[in-house]
């Protein structure tokens, strides 16, 4: 039997994300137009907007891991804290902050979708 979808889900002009769900974006060693808040926001909404009644709380840490401007080596990592269970943390490593980021979001959100519907069958 599929999940039940309201209707009003997803509709709207308004952002998907829940007011009441933290979001915490930390940058270590990297200027701020590097990481690019706007475009981090928008694929935090779009990416876990649809999770947020089970999130309790998301951190996201950026840092430039990198020894020189040369080789860069930028870090991101998740923490995905769920209403039930543990939290999931994911750390995904890259040449560029939103390559890293944007690797971390999806391997996130297909292990939240995972465990999601694993606590679905289990409880069902």
């Not at 930028?74 to 560029?96: F, K, M, N, Q, T």
Request: proline share 6%; with cysteine; charged share 30%.
């Amino acid at each position: 039997m599929p999940p039940h979808v309201q209707s009003a889900q997803g509709c709207g002009t308004g952002p998907s994300w829940s007011s009441e769900t933290p979001i915490r974006i930390r940058a270590f060693g990297l200027a701020p137009e590097e990481c690019g808040r706007a475009y981090l926001w928008e694929r935090v909404g779009f990416k876990f907007g649809k999770f947020a009644q089970h999130i309790q709380r998301l951190e996201i840490r950026m840092k430039d891991e990198g020894p020189s401007r040369n080789e860069r080596r930028i870090s991101c990592s998740l923490a995905v804290i769920l209403a039930a269970g543990a939290p999931l943390l994911v750390e995904r490593c890259a040449g560029e902050p939103r390559e890293a980021f944007d690797h971390a979001t999806g391997v996130a959100e297909r292990l939240l979708r995972r465990r999601l519907q694993r606590l679905r069958h289990r409880d069902g």
